[in-house]
């Protein structure tokens, strides 16, 4: 099994733990230091060796951070962790902070009145974020400085860094060598008159250098910085030894981790940074040099999201590997879960099973999201030993998964009904449906953003008083993040959507206390096919990648428009299509009456 | 007739104006002068006196700028404006400069390479604009200078300015006294640590004083500025003959024109200056006095836009009246135009007249754009004596049009066909009508804007290819500006909606040199009701002011959803039951045929 249900941390772990950290705040005449979840990278994924926050405070959650001062800590934890911090964190001794509503540099202000010094390690915060908690101390007496990190001081048992193999990524499947993608990116640089760009972000480099690693859960990439040079040269820092047996480009340099701080002295300017991902010392290294600082994003992300052909003929197959897998494991659920006998537990398991059978899984994308009753409410749980729950008639089963293969990253979000649903419940997943299906026949003008789109994901629940508090969509990876930026569907994304970018198209509702309904698919922007009276005006539209049935007796029809169902049996019957010659008879029998026309 | 059909200028005045203009030119050393369409208040109105451009090169379009140097003079229009343009500056003396595409800044570089210096008023641009000119010029040598008006010194026959009436404006209408404005506006002031704010554009001074006038065309308004101090007290500079009859609040000081410049530098700072409309002579007389500037939105534009209960009921009644007149209109021509008989301008008139008819009518919104066949599809049409076309059977014709009542604005558009409908037509005009049903039925939650909605009145379009390139609706005033702001339905509007804002609703579909559709009700924002099994989250929803039939024998009914044939269905009844007893008895049989359900 990749993923777990015994809890990763002890909340009694705490006191002496940050008792021991105090010491070193006294030693080094320090009044407070901030320990972020993240590590160098910024990823959502971290190595257990870098799980600095779950080690201090017990809280697990891939958001927050806590500011420990000598007589008080504080974890930042955002809406979707209140709960969970609770059961996590020993309330004696850490207070859990309601972030972003309240901000650090006043719970900062507000306990250091007359002022301090507060420490933090200028390689896991982004320039970005301490210029801003920068600012929010402007006029206070509280210092900011890069220390030591004193969290790895007094960790005794500390985990050592992953070692984890590197490997090729074939060129069929990315369909682009890596010395295209580094022209390419070498071309941007040179445009905007930029010597280097430094990489900080391992999916970055895992796409431009054509390679994958095992470093992390869930994302298949290895831990390393780079540089990329304006002649397309590319300077590697990791460990060598994750890349013993791969030959690489001879315009490929790699060096050991502790060249990197003199690799970036001996830059000429301008060097492109990103400031919302780069480690702030990397900013202040190059700054205190006098070498000329440009802040841009990292240039792999725009061509990273947009995919080429082969990427998206390869996530393709994967889709229907995987939605083979989930047509095997629905029609598991729906012979099993009646009986009342199944947990949420069982159900992450046999799922896990189903895709490891297609003996191509390389992991999963995430950990499972698998919530009965209530538990389907909470938009990011994750069942263990301790929350685990009966799977009751009457219920409706919230079930978000994905799984890592070598040609594809995959992301679904199914919801089913355990005995016959009500009324209410069919109301609710029909106007959750609704707006999927405008998202998936949306046709747009180029130049829109996921902004543009997200209300009409959004107006059938509008329209009943209801809505969901998350985005519609996020940009995923092909073997790499199955979060990748830039492109979202959300009323805070105004990047204009390209063709080639991965999307997830998954609206939902959430009745607290009661039941939670999802519906996900992921969508590919595609140029949009000509029609006879339309304007001369370039469009884009989505293309489906997710073959698997959206639960019929959810749904109730008569609400449906003539073009809503003329999708949805459109849909099903290509489901039928592309995944019957993939799965077990028995299988093959639930499909059919599973894609039937309504 | 407050409409004319003659044209307004003559292409063959331009070149002896033009030369007297450059003799000027040379008389002062200037290489160049701007005129400017707007006058000191940048409205979409200006006085016959204000009317430079027009007078200078013949173009009446209501956006543009002439750039006059010595040996060339461009005049830059934008795309709505590139037809009428050509007919009517003189082609010899004047050249046509696509705008926003041609930058002046990039214009100038390319007429004086070697450099030179450029003249403009000080009063007729913003500080924004001549900011980014400036921006645009950095590395030439090409200098602005502020100078006197060269158009004013050679205007022989320029028209006095208007000395239109003020008169009061009933507070049972405003809902809100005077008093309690400016109390409201001088708390935000002091909130913001400002002094005082300058008022510069008219419909915010006739808000905050509850006064309207009569010194524009088709905005009630008077020319004026106006001081808002801390204290709520006010100065307003006019001519103080337009307020002979109407007391005014002793704490509003009313001084002429001429004391405007002093009592600027008598003020202390910080003064609140709005850089998107006031002249940017205030920002540099203050600014050249020492006087602390605070660049921000004019403090009258969000509460103006934010209607009371009293000016909802006073438009609502207004809007009824409205649509009262364009039933008969409605009526009238379905019996006339199938002769063949009838032109544009006959239509224009044969409005008007029904308007007029209600006895109230106080002025019309605007020009009415009357355009049938190919001409509908001109998005800012008005018809000339050479331009008016004949009403064919198998035309359709748009009839955008409105009236200024005291009690409120109108703005409405409806699509006739004239004769029976080809299917295209009829296909068109339904994706039309769904995308306005859309915007009209739509609830969202608190603090979204219209960018976030403008998506849902072009989806059917879109599905179908096609799309209409202008934003879907713009606020509306009470007895005031037809357009006003902050608030827009737009792809490029960030402004949150909020209770109280009129706003169009109108997506069209244009299709060149054949025919034209647009249908535009005005709607306001209304805290939504409550619902049964709805979120207990704040949300917003439109409730329509404007009740006029929209052309059954347009509509395909079989492409309408259950919920939108509700809607149309349910729009019709409460047309019938709004303006029945309102029509003539010939009307009213007309009008029960024309809202009968289908």
Redesign the interface.
Known sequence: MFQTFTAATRPEDGLPRLAALRRELVRDGLDGFLIPRADRHQGEYVADCDARLAWLTGFTGSAGFCAALRDRAGVFIDGRYRVQVKAQVSPDVFTPVPWPETKLADWLQDALPHGGIIGFDAWLHTADEIGKLRAGLEHTKITLIATENLVDRIWADRPAPPQGKITAYPVELAGKTSAEKRADCAARLTKADQRAAVLTLPDSIAWLLNIRGTDLPSLPVAQAFALLHDDARVTLFTDRAKLAELPLDPQIEVLDWSAFDAALLALSGPVRVDRKTAPYAVSTLLADAGIKLHYADDPCILPKACKTEAEIAATTVAHLRDGAAMVEFLCWLDENAPSGSLTEIDVVRALEGFRRATNALRGISFDTICGTGPHGAIVHYRVTEDTNRQIATGDLLLVDSGGQYIDGTTDITRTVPIGPPSD?HR??FTRVLQGMI?IS?????LG?AG??????A??PL??????YDHGTGHGVGVFLSVHEGPQRIS?VSDTPLESGMILSNEPGYYREGAFGIRIENLIVVQP?P??P???A?K?LSFVTLTYVPIDRRLIDAMVL???EREWLNAYHAATFEKISPRVSASARVWLAAATAPI
């Open positions: 209410d109301a609710c405008a026949r949306a046709r747009w003008p829109l902004r543009d789109l997200d209300a009409l959004r107006m509008w329209q009943a008083g209801q809505d009323r949009a000509d029609l009276q339309g304007d005006r469009m428009s003539a073009a």
